[in-house]
């Protein structure tokens, strides 16, 4: 089976600031991987999908990049909205399974 | 607009079972899967399996296999997930999500709102 890690778990930082948020796959997984962002008491929220490409209404400031095991998940100038956990999820073609990675908690 | 609405919150008994349905509207049902994600209180998210509306073929979590049933009924556009032999560790909250597969990529676009499941004697 496929593992997800990312790092670092959790991170402080403030408004304006740039975030990046690593994930690391066991295996190559070439761009089969997505991330998602969690408030709390709320359900995930798509934000990039394919590795790189933004979700329907996500704002430009998130951007993902990488490919085979190494990637990351930049917020380029926080916003207080962005205080959140965030996932990346792997899938694998056949036979069509997901794996979330632990998860990045972003606090101010 | 795409929605799923989730059933509400239940509390069951060690080894019992629990049914959590998902009404969705807005879409074709058969033309998305539906995937079922759970979040232990505190914890990440895990992904428990989905179902394809469309031939009712399904893939479960490998530590779930015997113990989850996903189902669909397409003339209400509604999924449902059944766990059956609960445990304390059972206990959480259970999403279903519409799952997008295509040539950019396979991910969950829209999500339910969460269904607490609570697994006490």
């Known amino acids: 089976d496929i593992q997800m890690t990312q790092s670092p778990s959790s991170l402080s930082a403030s408004v304006g600031e740039r975030v990046i948020i690593s994930c690391q796959a066991s295996q190559d997984i070439d761009k089969s991987l997505n991330w998602y962002q969690q408030k709390p008491g709320e359900a995930p929220k798509l934000l990039i999908y394919g590795a790189s490409t933004l979700g329907a209404g996500v704002p430009s400031r998130f951007s993902g990049s990488g490919s085979g095991t190494d990637f990351t998940l930049t917020i380029s100038g926080l916003q207080p909205d962005d205080f959140a956990t965030y996932y990346c999820?792997?899938?694998?073609?056949?036979?069509?399974?997901?794996?979330f990675g632990p998860g990045t908690r972003v606090d101010l | 607009q795409v929605e799923l609405e989730q059933s509400g919150p239940q509390v069951k008994k060690p080894g019992a079972s629990v049914k959590v349905s998902c009404r969705t509207s807005g879409y074709t049902f058969i033309h998305f899967g539906v995937t079922w994600v759970r979040q232990v209180p505190g914890q990440g998210l895990e992904w428990m399996g989905w179902?394809?509306?469309?031939?009712?073929?399904?893939v479960y979590a490998q530590n779930l296999q015997g113990r989850v049933n996903m189902t669909t009924d397409s003339s209400t556009n509604t999924a449902s997930m059944d766990l059956r032999s609960l445990i304390s560790e059972d206990t959480g909250v259970y999403y279903c999500?519409?799952?997008?597969?295509?040539?950019?990529?396979?991910?969950?676009?829209?999500w339910g709102q969460g269904s607490v499941v609570i697994v006490s004697s």
């Open positions: 179902i394809n509306p469309y031939n009712g073929n399904t």
């Open positions: 999500a519409r799952y997008v597969w295509s040539v950019s990529g396979s991910y969950l676009d829209f």
């Open positions: 999820q792997q899938y694998d073609a056949l036979p069509w399974v997901f794996t």
